[in-house]
Every structure is written in C-alpha cells, then in structure tokens.
C-alpha cells in the first residue's frame, strides 16, 4: 500500500505561482512513476503532468507545457508540481496519483492510476 499527501495549494493572481509537493509513504519502492490531475466540480478529471520514479521522463497536458514543471526528490519520496504564470483557468482541486509496479499504465489515463491523494485546492483569481 502506498499513501500520497498533497500540499502547497492556495490563492494566488493570475500570473502568479504556486508549487504543490506531494509526499509518498509506505511500499514505495513498488512505484512505476507518479502524476498530477486537476478537476473542477461538474467537469471531468484533466491530466495535468507525470513523471517516472527511476528515470525522471516528464510528460505534460498540451495547456500547462511551458508553465508548469514537474520534478521528483527520491530522497525525500516527493514529487512537485511547479506552477507560473498561472491562469483563472487553472482553478482546480489538483490530486497526486502514482502507478504500481506491474500494473498497466498509461500517463494520461486516470484510471490507470493505483493510488490517490486526497487532493488541494488551487484558486487562480484575476
């Protein structure tokens, strides 16, 4: 079992930035590599970026490249999201899934996805 607690969420301006971290705990060596999606209620879930544990490859949704960056620290079992030049379109709750080991799995695909976190709120004000 592995359990993922996000951070960092908040208010901020248009044009501004924010960076989201997400912790991992538990069997996470079993880890394939690690994701972020945002949804806004009413809307489905969109993917927002990825990132392989071992390797590092980045994958990102053609409306955040350019903006955002996601990065890992294995020493601290954490991944981030660094959010600029953020737009009110932007606004979501924003949620941390990883992919187990030996499972299917497609970046972009949510319900590929093993484990989830409980999600943080992002609210981009213009």
């Known amino acids: 079992q592995v359990q993922l607690v996000e951070s960092g969420g908040g208010l901020v301006q248009a044009g501004g930035s924010l960076r989201l971290s997400c912790a991992a705990s538990?069997?996470?060596?079993?880890?394939?590599?690690m994701g972020w999606f945002r949804q806004v209620p009413g809307k489905v879930r969109e993917f927002v970026a990825a990132?392989?544990?071992?390797?590092?490859?980045?994958y990102y949704a053609d409306s955040v490249k350019g903006r955002f960056t996601i990065s890992r620290d294995s020493a601290k079992n954490t991944v981030y999201l660094q959010m600029n030049s953020l737009h009110p379109e932007d606004t979501a709750v924003y949620y941390c899934?990883?992919?187990?080991?030996?499972?299917?799995?497609?970046?972009?695909?949510?319900?590929?996805?093993?484990?989830w976190g409980q999600g943080t709120q992002v609210t981009v004000s213009s």
């Open positions: 899934a990883a992919d187990q080991y030996g499972s299917s799995w497609h970046v972009k695909r949510d319900y590929e996805y093993d484990y």
């Open positions: 538990g069997r996470t060596f079993s880890l394939s590599g």
């Open positions: 990132i392989t544990w071992s390797g590092g490859t980045t």
